[in-house]
C-alpha cells in the first residue's frame, strides 16, 4: 500500500469529528477477519451457478448467457469508479484509483478489458455487436448493476471504496474458473481466458489498495461496521446477478 499514509481522511468520513460516544475501533485484524468470515458465507464463489460452472455441469447456452449478462457489469465497472474519483479530494488517491478506468477503456480503442470480455464473448460464440447492444440483458441483471452504480454514486466514500472489497476473493475464484474452464470447457477458445487471467493481478492490486484505505480512514468501530455493511451488499450486488442469470435458465432451451 503506498497510498494513504498521510491523513486523507475524506470529510464525509465521521470519524474526523468528535462523535460523543463514539466506540473505539477494532484492530485492523479484526476487521480483516470479520469480512473474511462475511466472504466466506456470502461472495459468489458459493452461488449454485458457479458451483455449476466449476463442476462442468453448464451447458454452451448457460455459459454464453452468463457471458452476455456479466458484459453489462464489466461496461459500467468504469462508470462507478468515475463516480468514486469525483469524490476524492486529494490528486494522489485520484491518481491511483483512475488506473482502474484504465485497467478497463484501455489506453486506446482495442485493449483493456472491456475489450477482452468481448473477445470472451466471441469465444463463446456471441457476436460483439450483440454484447455491446445491451440486447438480452435480464431484468435483474441491470436492477443489481443499477443498484452498484447507485450506491457508489448515493452514499460517502468510504463506503463505495468499501463496496469494492470484494475484488479481495476474485483472484482465487479467477484462478479455480480460469482452470474449471480449461478442464471442461474445451470448446471456447483459449484466448477468451485471457481477460480472468488478466483479473487475477489486477484484482489482487486492487483489493489490497481498497482495504488500505479503509484502514485509513476507519476511525470508529461504526465506520467499521459501514465497511462491512458496504462489503455485505456488494456481495447480495453479485449473488442477485448470478440468481437472473440462474432463473432464466428454467425457462430456456438449451
Ligand atoms: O468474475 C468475478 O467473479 C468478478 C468479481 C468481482 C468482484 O468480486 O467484485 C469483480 C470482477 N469479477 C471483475 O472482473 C472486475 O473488474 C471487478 C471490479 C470490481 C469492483 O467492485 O470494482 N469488482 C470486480
Same mark, same amino acid.
Given at each position: 500500500?503506498?497510498?494513504?499514509?498521510?491523513?486523507? #481522511?475524506?470529510?464525509?468520513?465521521?470519524?474526523?469529528?468528535?462523535?460523543?460516544?463514539?466506540?473505539?475501533?477494532?484492530?485492523?485484524?479484526?476487521?480483516?477477519?470479520?469480512?473474511?468470515?462475511?466472504?466466506?458465507?456470502?461472495?459468489? #464463489?458459493?452461488?449454485?451457478?458457479?458451483?455449476?460452472?466449476?463442476?462442468?455441469?453448464?451447458?454452451?447456452?448457460?455459459?454464453?448467457?452468463?457471458?452476455?449478462?456479466?458484459?453489462?457489469?464489466?461496461?459500467?465497472?468504469?462508470?462507478?469508479?468515475?463516480?468514486?474519483? #469525483?469524490?476524492?479530494?486529494?490528486?494522489? @488517491?485520484?491518481?491511483?484509483?483512475?488506473?482502474?478506468?484504465?485497467?478497463?477503456?484501455? /489506453?486506446?480503442?482495442?485493449?483493456?478489458?472491456?475489450?477482452?470480455?468481448?473477445? @470472451?464473448?466471441?469465444?463463446?460464440?456471441?457476436?460483439? $455487436?450483440?454484447?455491446?447492444?445491451?440486447?438480452?440483458?435480464?431484468?435483474?441483471?441491470?436492477?443489481?448493476?443499477?443498484?452498484?452504480?447507485?450506491? !457508489?454514486?448515493?452514499?460517502?466514500?468510504?463506503?463505495?471504496?468499501?463496496?469494492? @472489497?470484494? /475484488?479481495?476473493?476474485?483472484?482465487?475464484?479467477?484462478?479455480?474458473?480460469?482452470?474449471?474452464?480449461?478442464?471442461?470447457?474445451?470448446?471456447?477458445?483459449?484466448?477468451?481466458?485471457?481477460?480472468?487471467?488478466?483479473?487475477?493481478?489486477?484484482?489482487?492490486?486492487?483489493? /489490497?489498495?481498497?482495504?488500505?484505505?479503509?484502514?485509513?480512514? !476507519?476511525?470508529?468501530?461504526?465506520?467499521?461496521?459501514?465497511?462491512? $455493511?458496504?462489503?455485505?451488499?456488494? !456481495?447480495?450486488?453479485?449473488?442477485?446477478?448470478?440468481?437472473?442469470?440462474?432463473? #432464466?435458465?428454467?425457462?430456456?432451451?438449451?
Amino acid at each position: 500500500m503506498t497510498t494513504a499514509t498521510t491523513d486523507p #481522511a475524506p470529510t464525509d468520513t465521521p470519524g474526523r469529528t468528535d462523535t460523543p460516544g463514539r466506540t473505539e475501533p477494532w484492530h485492523p485484524a479484526e476487521l480483516e477477519r470479520r469480512l473474511g468470515e462475511l466472504g466466506d458465507a456470502r461472495y459468489h #464463489a458459493r452461488h449454485p451457478f458457479n458451483q455449476r460452472m466449476h463442476q462442468g455441469l453448464l451447458s454452451p447456452a448457460e455459459i454464453r448467457r452468463w457471458v452476455l449478462n456479466r458484459f453489462h457489469y464489466q461496461r459500467n465497472i468504469p462508470v462507478k469508479d468515475a463516480l468514486i474519483l #469525483a469524490k476524492f479530494d486529494d490528486a494522489q @488517491l485520484r491518481r491511483s484509483w483512475i488506473r482502474r478506468i484504465r485497467d478497463h477503456d484501455g /489506453e486506446r480503442a482495442g485493449e483493456g478489458g472491456i475489450e477482452r470480455w468481448l473477445r @470472451l464473448g466471441e469465444a463463446v460464440g456471441l457476436d460483439r $455487436d450483440l454484447l455491446l447492444s445491451g440486447e438480452g440483458v435480464l431484468p435483474g441483471v441491470r436492477l443489481a448493476v443499477g443498484g452498484y452504480v447507485g450506491f !457508489c454514486r448515493e452514499r460517502p466514500l468510504l463506503e463505495a471504496v468499501a463496496s469494492s @472489497l470484494t /475484488e479481495r476473493f476474485a483472484p482465487n475464484l479467477m484462478r479455480t474458473r480460469i482452470s474449471a474452464w480449461e478442464t471442461h470447457y474445451d470448446w471456447v477458445e483459449p484466448v477468451g481466458l485471457r481477460y480472468f487471467q488478466a483479473r487475477v493481478a489486477q484484482g489482487t492490486r486492487d483489493g /489490497e489498495e481498497a482495504l488500505g484505505l479503509v484502514h485509513a480512514w !476507519c476511525r470508529t468501530r461504526e465506520d467499521q461496521q459501514r465497511v462491512l $455493511d458496504a462489503f455485505a451488499f456488494k !456481495c447480495e450486488v453479485l449473488w442477485s446477478l448470478l440468481d437472473a442469470v440462474e432463473l #432464466a435458465g428454467s425457462t430456456d432451451e438449451h
